[in-house]
């Protein structure tokens, strides 16, 4: 059976209570904490920075898991590695040297991942899967919390299940955007195995705990 990996995004928390949002997901069960850096370039939002993860890193064990959606993201590896992040995920969209920005990261210590945006082909990874331990599939645009599934993303998990399959290394593959109770076991049955979510964990009707359970035994049972 495969261990699938639960990453609340902080960006559909309370901004004024963040350690509390980190600390609850911790508790449920969380083993990720899925940080979402927009710059107001790459996507049209804006919204954290290293001094985030510097101020939630004390009061947190779990895996800093840095979603960079930002231009030019070689120039703050240093930064987030420095703030907390045990793995930094770069758009392959933003970077010009991706082999060589992985490597970097590598460098830093921290795991590497490569996100692709819905119209990006997985055939993009080819040469760069020895530099890498987790793709990002995401299912929506990304820019914001809050948005629909992509379900034409669903065959594109299964390919990038295909092409990592045989790498001699773990690679990992995530998903990010829409996913709740009804979209996260789709994707689980084509790969994936850590789960992005903050709209269905942190504005859970039954509150934070319930929605990292119920997220949980969606998945259940399904390899
Ligand atoms: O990267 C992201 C958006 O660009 C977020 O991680 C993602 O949207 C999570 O929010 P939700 O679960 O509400 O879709
Ligand atoms: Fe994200």
């Not at 290293?50 to 979603?67: E, G, W, Y």
């Not at 299964?158 to 690679?171: D, F, W």
């Not at 998903?175 to 109770?181: F, R, S």
């Not at 979209?183 to 994936?192: I, S």
Request: hydrophobic share 45%; glycine share 8%.
């Amino acid at each position: 059976m495969r261990t699938i990996r639960i990453a609340p995004s902080l960006l559909s928390a309370n901004f004024g209570r963040l350690a509390q949002a980190a600390k609850e997901a911790e508790e449920a069960g969380a083993e990720y904490l899925h940080f979402d850096v927009m710059d107001g370039r790459f996507v049209p939002n804006i919204t954290m920075g290293p001094a985030a993860l510097q101020a939630l890193r004390p009061v947190s064990s779990a895996f800093f898991d840095v979603h960079l959606m930002i231009v030019e993201p070689e120039r703050y590896l240093e930064d987030f590695r420095r703030a907390g992040a045990d793995g930094i995920t770069v758009h392959v969209e933003a970077c010009t040297h991706l082999q060589r920005t992985l490597a970097h990261i590598r460098s830093l210590g921290a795991k590497a991942g490569v996100a692709l945006n819905p119209a990006t082909p997985p055939e993009v990874l080819e040469y760069v899967l020895e530099d890498l331990d987790l793709v990002l599939v995401m299912t929506v645009n990304p820019g914001f919390g809050g948005q629909e599934f992509l379900p034409t993303m669903l065959p594109k998990i299964e390919q990038v299940h295909q092409l990592v399959t045989h790498v001699a290394h773990p690679i990992a593959i995530e998903v990010d955007g829409g996913i709740d109770v009804h979209t996260a076991p789709q994707t689980v049955a084509r790969g994936a195995n850590v789960l992005v979510a903050g709209t269905a964990i942190y504005h859970h009707p039954e509150g934070v705990s319930a929605g990292v359970r119920a997220l949980r035994r969606s998945v259940e049972g399904l390899r």
